[in-house]
Nanobody
Framework: VQLQASGGGLVQPGGSLRLSCVAS????????MGWYRQALGKQRELVATITRGGSTNYADSVKDRFTISRDNVKNMVILEMNSLKPQDTAVYYC?????????????WGQGTLVTVSS
């Protein structure tokens, strides 16, 4: 599975950005897709995940501001980010989890930089 993320950039506080991630390869067995982020000097953290069935999970810090969605036909996961804050500045990584029998495979995209600054 290969993941191609896009959509990062520079935005002012209070602004919005949309991140997209397209999966290719053995996509039929991908169960969970999601976004993680890593700020400078910090550990990578969960932002949001979504299952193939549409169940979502969000970090408390982004609830009510970010929305994750998924298009299973296009093998795409999207993160709509609103009311962005400077503390949202980070490299955002797309992740896909593929389950084959009892074996789990994790795949990561290349990361896209989001900078929230005036």
């Amino acid at each position: 599975v290969q993941l191609q993320a896009s959509g990062g950039g520079l935005v002012q506080p209070g602004g919005s950005l949309r991140l997209s991630c397209v999966a290719s390869g053995f996509v039929s067995s991908i169960n969970v897709m999601g976004w993680y982020r890593q700020a400078l000097g910090k550990q990578r953290e969960l932002v949001a995940t979504i299952t193939r069935g549409g169940s979502t999970n969000y970090a408390d810090s982004v609830k009510d501001r970010f929305t994750i969605s998924r298009d299973n036909v296009k093998n795409m996961v999207i993160l709509e980010m609103n009311s962005l804050k400077p503390q949202d500045t980070a490299v955002y990584y797309c992740k896909a989890v593929r389950q084959v029998a009892s074996t789990r495979y994790d795949y990561w995209g290349q990361g896209t930089l989001v900078t929230v600054s005036s």
